[in-house]
Every structure is written in structure tokens, then in C-alpha cells.
């Protein structure tokens, strides 16, 4: 369940509130080794290694703290850049259950953001974060500071990221945000920000969960558990231990469960689509069939049993509705696996310790019959059945429209994620210093089945070996040899060494200046085999991506307190990868107090991401996107079948000359503590990438392709076959070949506001609110040929990942009152709506029928050709019985708000809401119980 995460602000000071918090996550031993970019102090919330006795200068670094986005250590959480932190109670208090919920729910989380629900996409299985809408490909996942592998499937076959579904939640001390350009200190990748999972340093007890949870209306019944177990006194046995385990299975939701219109493909009692056409005569295993002669008309191949019969102008057929029949809004997963972290003191001033994990998560999303009729990559649309073929019943050969019914279809995901890290962190001389090995694996099984074989298909409609008209006398065999299956397995490695330091030097008006240090070796490697090989397949993309590389950097930062009001922080890294040249990214902060009640902030950085392994490699992408021909083209051919909405495919090459996209960022930002109850900051982002790596630009190809004229450079249009009613007119495009490139630019802006207010009226009684929020102004890109598109607001860019568009603002609202041993969380959660256009697919909203979705008529559908807001209210609460067990409960999307009416999204099992956006919405209301028991 998809959630904008109500997240404590870091204000000037740790204030008391968020200070209570944060000692709620300790365990009785806090001592931890230091990380790359991560470590921190005993005196801090994560602990460190233990320091010399407390004396001169090393009495302030008791009181210091790093942050992410900074390596070095400081005694003021709140930095020039602006970070979230989300601790373990607060994750708690949401009610969500995993740790990719809790991360999309951040408000910064926005275009191209990857939902689980998104089960028929390239990463179906998988889930990613991208902040300010930068895509997954812009905003970097870490554990502890140290880099993770990507999922080994890319996002539309282009766009590497981290799954966060492979992140265990059980040991998570808490997540760190930095909403701000980072590549300064962590190369590539963190152009629109980081997220920081920082695990637990150490554990001693027992501590074990378990929960179950229901929606109102039906599926997705969910169970999970989790044990906590370690031993071990770092400071008096010199070690500690502690082993992580969780399991959860989810149930899936089908649209059969849910009411309209979240459970059907007939909308024409909205004036929307109905149920005919090419869909309805496919007809199940009813299908439809006709004389292969002028003027014959279609009639079912056998009696209805889908529905009633449907007769319009081509015919009459069986109704056919897919969606509700077949269609599933959440997919059945069941993720788990096994952490652990053994820590030694190897002196008074050298600690080591072996953190390793192992994460499985498994995606089941079996899909709707396929169809005897595609475009691609054989086109199938004039298929007919010889005469003697005993599904014939004329006395010419017949067409036929078809779904094999009796042939199960769809996906089975299994990833795996093993990683295993070393760190060894001390002191010498005035040095703090880190060395840290991390070897991370992993590998995805993907077993395709249902598809149907061309070669196959062929031989059954000549031999007459598959039955059409009666389905039930097919043999297992003949089933099989139409659709064998396949399976692959998709791997990635991230393998690095990485080295750091830092130290404090002289003395300035405001403090000591610091100084830190790093370098880092890296290997990356990639192999996604091809999953439809040879285009054996109908119907079925194909992606296949082989790279690998190796990369060395080295950063420096120093941190300037100037004066007591004014701090200065400057930082740089140099990057050398083998498959993409070098890159230097600079960054400068400055902090500013007039008052201690006040801060001032502000960065500027340059970024930058290499090309992945499937822009830049051995690798091709083949998707496709629902198209309709322009109605000049349409006329031609007599508005028949051949031109209703079909799969335009497009087939992407890599270029191995793109070049790496570059960024420059700059923030602005006040923080506000004018009490010790309200911290209140607002930060203004903006961000403009150059050498935008996308596809080429599709439209210019098919405009010149219908005038008859030279084709655009950079994209072939591939003819279809011939309109059987309509031979000699001009075929419709069946795909469209071109290759990556640099565009000229991306340009986003927004703002961020965060606002926490605490009142502590007894000793038992407290109340916490928090307001959290983003707001974006602006979200253009800058093509090629120097046209520019807009998508702030909109359902665009549409042809990106799960097509969820830009909504213009998310914002959440959490309202915490604790009693004695009760805890009750209130969260309202918001997402503005959006117009139902999209500027990549030429669908701009000006005049009628330029809406995504349209009525048969052509006109806008909806009317207002726009998508409305979501907002739902979460009631979550926790009871301790006593200092040993509590029982915890929450009703998620306590009044059963519905998700908004979105027919153009496509993610949703065609089922009309968005679930990147609304998926709480189409789950309904949902109950959880649990219970927590410590030992």
C-alpha cells in the first residue's frame, strides 16, 4: 500500500522531541564501526567505534554526528543540504509493512517513480524511488553508505535502479533522505538525491513480531513476521551479534473483487468504451471466425459462454471483458530473507565487523489469454484457417479471431540479493579512518509461460491440430507445443573498495575546520539475456542488456566554520569509468544563522549519471505502446478493425558513443525553530540535467511516414502488412527502429516543506504533529530540435515506466498522541490530481480528442479530460501491555476512499486508476493486527 510518509525534520538542534525519537531506536549496546559516509559517535543515536579517553579535542568529537550528503563528522545535525530522517518508530507508527512502501512514501518521490502493482512492466517484481521525478536513474540507494546492485532487469529495458523490495526492514535503525545533488561525494547516479538505509549497529534481546492484515472487499490478505535476536556487550565482551529474519506473504487482488469501473473494460455506460471490436471477438476460447470473402460478416466460433451476444455493422460475437475476467490490481508476493552483523573491538581504537544478507522476493502475475491476432513480431491479423481444417465449417478458408483460453498466461519472478560487507574502521595519529570491501550479487529467475510460438501457431492452423471450436479436446501436448514456455536468468554485481578518512585541523572563529577523504574502486557488471529469443514470441517485448566496467574515484570535502553564524563546506570527486571517460562533480554549501532560531541554506553542485549498461552496451529493447493512426489514415482504410488502437512496436538499439547526462543543482532553504516545540523549514529546489539520454523522437518519423516523404534521422518506420479489406491503401506502421541519444535538456523546480510541532502536556501525555510536503513548479524537457514539452501536472511523460505522469503536489499530515502505554497515529495522505494529457505521445489538450482517452466519438473521456486528486486517512495504534509485549493495530485508508477515474493509465490491469498514485484507493479499507514481543 503506496503512502506519502509523514517524516521528522532535522532542525537546528536535535530538539527534544525528535531526540526521544531517535533514543527509541537504541538498543542497550550502541557502539558501531564507522562506514565511507555514515559513521557516527557513542553519544549519537548510531553509535561508532569507541574513541580515546574523552580529553581536549576529542571531547567535542563525543558530540558529533555524520550526516549523508557529508563525511565529515559534526556537532549540528541540520546542514547546508536538506535531509530527512525517518526513524525506526516513525516507520512504526505508519503502518506500512515494507521498506518499499516507506520509501516511495516519501512527498519528493514522483515521476517514474515503480510501484509493485506495476506487475506487466519491464521490472515487473521490482519496486523504485525517484526523487523530484527524476526517474530511478537519478536518485542513488544506499545501505550504510555503501553502494547496492541493481535489479537485473532495467526499467522500460533502459533504466538501472536499486529494488527496494531486496532491503531487509527488520534491522533498519533508519533512512536518511538527502533531497540534493550528491555526486560530489558518491559519483554517479545521486543527481536528484540519496536515500541512506542505515541498519542497526547492535542488538541484544529477543525481539519478535508478527501481524495479519485484510482489506474490506476481499484479496490481499497479508501475514508477516520478523525475529530480532543478538547478544554481546561491545564495550564489555569486546563484541556483539545479531541475526535479522523476516517473511511476508501477500495475497493478490483481482478486479473481479472490486467495483466499477475498477473491474471492468466496458465503459460505455460512462459514454466511454465498450466491449466490441477486435477484444470482444477474440471472445475467450468463444472467439469468431468468418468467410474469407468480400462482404462476409464475423459469427462466434462456438455458443457464448462469456457473455451475450454483441452484433454491430462487422458482425455478431460473444461479449468478452478481460479485465474483469483476468484482471489482477495487485499481485500475489512473498518476500524474505536473513541479515546479520558480527562486530569485534580489535583494540581500544579498532573496530571491525562482517555485516551479510541474503533477500528473496517472489512476484507471481499470470495475465489474460493471449491472442491468436498480433502485430508483432509476425503479424497475425489476416490469419486464416485452410479448408478441411476442423475448426472451419466453410467451404473457403476462414479468419479468425481468437484468445486461447485454455492456455494459462503470464510471469513468474524469483530475485534473489546476497551481500556481504567487511568494514574495518580506527584512529591514527589525528585520523579517523574506514576501509570497507562489499561484494553484492544478484540474480533474477523470469519463467514466461502462455505466449504462443509462431512457428507453432502456423503448424496447428494448417495441420488442424489445435481445436478451436471445442478447446477441451486439446491434449496437454498440443497445448504445449503452442505455447512451451521459457525461462531466463538475469544477473548484476556491484563489487567495491572503499576508503575513507577524516580529521579536524586548525581552529577558526566558529570551530574547528575538518577535513575528509576518499577513494573508492568499483566493478559493475550486468547480463540480461533476451527473453523473447529469435522473436519466437507473439505479442512479447524483448529486452537483452551485457555490460560491465570499472570505476575509480576519489573525493575531498572541507567543512569551514567561519564564524559562529556562518559555515562553509565545499566538496569534489573525480570519477574515471572504463566505458565512459571521466568526470569531476564540485559542490559548495553555506549555512547561515543571524539567529540561533534561524538558518539560512543553500548548495550549488554539479552531477552527473553514466550511461547504463543498456544505453551504452551490448543491449536492444523492444516495448510497445497502444497507438491509433491519425483519422485522415484511418479513413483510407473505412475506420475498420486494421486501424482501432493496436501494438506500435519500438525497437531501441544502444549507442555506445552517448555521452553521460550532466547536471547542475542549486538549493535554497530556511529552517525555523522559534520554540523548542515547532521546527518549520522550506527548501527550494532546481534542477536542470543536460545530455539528456532518452529514445529518439518518434513523432517527426511517422508524420514524414504518412506524408510519404524521406524519414527523420535516427528512426526507421517499418511497414505493416497489407489491410486485407483494404490492400492497396498504405499500411499501417508495425515498428519503429532508432537508437539512444543525448537530447538537450531536463529542467525541474519545486519546493519542499516540512513542519513538526511537539506539546508535552503531563508526563503521560504527548502530542506530536507533522506536515510534510512537496510542491514542483516546474518539469520541461528541451528535445532535440529545440521544441520543449511539459509534463508538470500532467498524465506525461507518458512512455516512461508505469506512464503515472507528474502530479504537481504530494503532501502528508500525521497527528501522534501518546497516552501512558497508548500510542494512536492519525495520517492524512494527499496527491493532487492531474490532466489527462501527455506532451510525449503529441497529446496536448487543446481542442476535443486530445485527451489520452476518448470517447468512440472522439471526444474527451472523461469530459474534463482530467484525473482528480487522492487523499486517504490511515488510523494506526500501539498498546504496551507491559515492558515485554504490545499489541499494534491500523486501519489503512480508514474511510475506503476510492481511487480517481484514470482510463489512460496503463499500469493498472487496464482497470482505470492509477497504482502508482492511488493504489491504497483500489485496495480499500485495511485491517492490521499485530503483536510485539521483547525478551
Known sequence: MKRTLVISLAGLALSPIAAALAQSTQTSDTQQTQTPQ??????????????????????????????????????????????????????????????????????????????????????AGASGV?????????????????????????????????????IPLAAVERIEVLKDGASSLYGADAIAGVVNVIMRPSFKGIEATGSVGTSQHGGGFTRKVTLLAGGGDLEKDRYNGYLSVQYQKDNPIMTKQRGFPFNTGDLSSLGGPGLGGPSARNGGTNGAIRPDTPGSLWQPLS???????????????????????????????????????????????????????????KTWAPGPPRPIQNSTPHNTGSITLPVGNPSNPFAVPARISYNFGDIPDGFNYNNHNARIVGSVSGQWADWNWNAALVLNHAWLSTTQFGFIDYQGLLGAVANGTYNFANPSANSAAVRASLAPGYNKTSTTDMDSLDLSANRSL??????????????????????????????????????????????????????????????????????????????????????????????????????????????????????????????????????????????????????????????????????????????????????????????????????????????????????????????????????????????????????????????DFSDKLHYISELTGTQIFQWKIRLPDGTSQSYVGTQGPYNLSSGAGTPRSRASWANTLEYGPLTVT????????????????????????????????????????????????????????????????????AFDKKPPFDPSNYAGAGSNYNPTWSQAGVVGRFYNLGVKVKI
Open 506 to 759: 586548525w581552529d577558526l572563529s566558529g570551530g574547528a575546520v575538518g577535513l575528509a577523504l576518499g577513494a573508492q574502486l568499483r566493478h559493475e557488471a550486468q547480463n540480461d539475456p533476451t527473453l523473447n529469443p529469435n522473436f519466437q514470441f507473439q505479442g512479447l517485448g524483448n529486452a537483452q542488456t551485457k555490460g560491465s566496467r570499472d570505476v575509480s574515484g576519489a573525493f575531498a570535502e572541507i567543512d569551514l566554520p567561519l564564524l559562529q553564524s556562518l559555515e562553509v563546506d565545499a566538496s569534489g570527486r573525480f570519477d574515471h569509468y572504463t566505458d565512459a571517460g571521466n568526470n569531476f562533480s564540485p559542490k559548495i554549501g553555506i549555512k547561515y544563522k543571524p539567529f540561533d532560531w534561524i538558518a539560512l541554506r543553500g548548495t550549488w553542485s554539479r552531477g552527473f549519471r553514466a550511461p547504463a549498461f543498456a544505453e551504452n552496451g551490448s543491449s536492444s529493447t523492444q516495448g510497445f505502446i497502444t497507438y491509433t493512426p491519425p483519422p485522415a489514415f484511418q479513413a483510407l482504410h473505412g475506420n475498420n478493425a486494421y486501424v482501432l488502437p493496436y501494438g506500435l512496436s519500438e525497437f531501441t538499439l544502444a549507442n555506445k558513443n552517448i555521452k553521460p547526462e550532466k547536471s547542475k543543482s542549486f538549493t535554497l532553504g530556511v529552517v525555523v525553530q522559534p520554540t523548542n516545540w515547532l521546527n518549520v523549514s522550506l527548501d527550494y529546489y532546481n534542477i536542470k540535467k543536460s545530455n539528456l539520454i532518452v529514445q529518439a523522437d518518434t513523432s517527426a518519423a511517422l508524420a514524414n511516414y504518412y506524408a510519404g516523404t524521406a524519414q527523420a534521422p535516427g528512426v526507421t518506420v517499418i511497414p505493416d502488412l497489407p489491410d486485407p479489406d483494404h490492400p492497396n491503401a498504405q499500411p499501417r506502421p508495425s515498428e519503429l527502429i532508432g537508437s539512444y541519444l543525448n537530447a538537450q535538456s531536463l529542467k525541474t523546480t519545486g519546493v519542499d516543506v516540512d513542519l513538526q510541532a511537539h506539546f
Open 130 to 166: 525517484a526523487l523530484r521525478g527524476l526517474t530511478v536513474n537519478s536518485t542513488l540507494v544506499l545501505i550504510d553508505g555503501h553502494r547496492v546492485t541493481n535489479y537485473p532487469v532495467a526499467d522500460d529495458g533502459e533504466r538501472s535502479f536499486v529494488d527496494l523490495n531486496t
Open 303 to 361: 455458443a457464448c459462454t462469456s457473455g451475450p451476444m454483441i452484433t454491430d455493422d462487422t458482425g455478431s460475437y460473444c461479449r468478452y471483458d478481460s479485465v474483469n475476467r483476468y484482471g489482477q490490481l495487485q499481485p500475489a508476493m512473498e518476500q524474505g530473507g536473513v541479515s546479520g552483523r558480527f562486530t569485534i573491538k580489535l583494540g581500544d581504537t579498532t573496530t571491525a565487523y562482517l555485516d551479510a544478507s541474503y533477500m528473496e522476493a
Open 38 to 123: 555514515t559513521q557516527t559517535t557513542p553519544q549519537t543515536p548510531t553509535g561508532t567505534q569507541n574513541p580515546p579517553a574523552p580529553t581536549g579535542r576529542n571531547v567535542q568529537q563525543l558530540q558529533t554526528i555524520t550526516v549523508t550528503g557529508s563525511a565529515i563528522p559534526r556537532i549540528d545535525q541540520e546542514t547546508s543540504s536538506p535531509v530527512t530522517t525517518i526513524t525506526a518508530v516513525q516507520i512504526q507508527r505508519s503502518g506500512l509493512t515494507t521498506l518499499s512502501d516507506v520509501v516511495r512514501a516519501v512527498s519528493a518521490d514522483n515521476s517514474g517513480s515503480i510501484p509493485n502493482a506495476f506487475a506487466n512492466g519491464f521490472a
Open 826 to 893: 492519525g495520517t492524512l495522505y494527499y496527491t493532487s490530481g492531474y490532466k489527462d494529457i501527455a506532451a510525449d505521445v503529441g497529446v496536448l489538450g487543446l481542442f476535443d480528442g486530445d485527451c489520452l482517452s476518448t470517447t468512440p466519438a472522439g471526444t474527451n473521456f472523461p469530459a474534463s479530460c482530467h484525473v482528480g486528486a487522492f487523499y486517504d486517512f490511515d488510523l494506526t495504534g500501539s498498546y504496551a501491555i507491559n515492558d515485554r509485549v504490545s499489541i499494534t493495530g491500523s486501519i489503512m485508508n
